[in-house]
């Protein structure tokens, strides 16, 4: 496993600079390595225990090394881990390779949102090994760095919409504590289908700057009674609608606010994604 444990440093002189601030300056990469051995020691133990025997072979691993510069420079998704260690924040990117059917990860200590110091990186086939590693915070996905916590892939709030943000803060500051958490709406996600699919009812109104939107509505009686709604944005010469965002609420009174303008039949709208 000697070469599961890399560092992406700045030389200073002869001092390997991994994080200025708080003292992290070595002068030998075996000072270095020592004093992150506690770390690295712990993580190689749980990779190697949560390992699949049908995964990449242990011998076949260098092979992918060369992923790992393209994992740390332009990762899928990073991951913010403070859990694991009490006094140190992990950063796990993740990088998908879809030519090799490889997902890359990378669990590194990052100084001003760069990695200088990896502690773990591997290449894995099975998506139980990533999703272990997908843990904590969620801090970037590719193409919406920055963007609203309750977004999906698709809508127009995932690509960071001006018109899309304004309404979604507005929405949030609508809910009351006791409704469904922000964190918790991706776990809603597949709802948003079928709402605009079989929605219960379906409202068009304009706002004050002549945005013609349009909320599809839907009650869902599970596990956990709840109603999903999806919000649009009309093109008047099309009728169709592309999508600005949703989230799930177990607030009637909320609810509410989305039931004005005008009540649409379901089979006058004409669908289609974000852009």
Not at 107 to 130: D, G, I
């Amino acid at each position: 496993m000697s070469d599961m444990a890399r560092n992406s440093k700045k030389r200073s002189s002869d001092l390997i600079v991994i994080d200025r601030e708080k003292g992290l300056e070595f002068t030998s990469e075996a000072e270095l390595y020592a004093h992150f051995e506690n770390e690295i020691l712990a993580l190689e133990s749980e990779f190697l225990q949560s390992r699949s025997s049908q995964d990449i072979p242990e011998d076949e691993l260098v092979q992918y090394d060369n992923q790992l510069e393209k994992t740390l420079d332009d990762p899928d998704e990073v991951w913010e881990d403070k859990l694991t260690f009490p006094n140190t924040t992990l950063h796990i990117f993740i990088r998908y390779f879809e030519s090799k059917d490889v997902t890359h990860v990378a669990v590194c200590y990052v100084t001003q949102e760069v990695a200088s110091f990896v502690y773990l990186h591997f290449p894995t086939k099975t998506e139980e090994m990533v999703e272990r590693y997908q843990r904590e915070e969620l801090v970037f996905v590719r193409g919406r760095k920055g963007a609203a916590e309750g977004a999906i892939e698709g809508d127009a709030l995932f690509e960071g919409d001006e018109l899309a943000l304004g309404l979604y803060k507005a929405m949030l500051l609508l809910r009351t504590e006791k409704d469904i958490a922000e964190s918790e709406f991706s776990a809603f996600g597949e709802a948003r289908e079928l709402t605009l699919e079989d929605a219960d009812e379906i409202w068009r109104s304009s706002d004050s700057m002549g945005n013609v939107l349009v909320s599809f509505i839907k009650e869902f009686n599970e596990e956990e009674e709840f109603f999903y709604i999806v919000v649009t944005l009309e093109d008047t010469p099309s009728g169709s609608h592309a999508l600005l965002f949703s989230f799930p609420t177990n607030d009637r009174g909320l609810v509410g606010r989305y039931r004005h303008g005008e009540n649409l039949q379901a089979d006058e709208v004409v669908q289609e994604s974000s852009h």
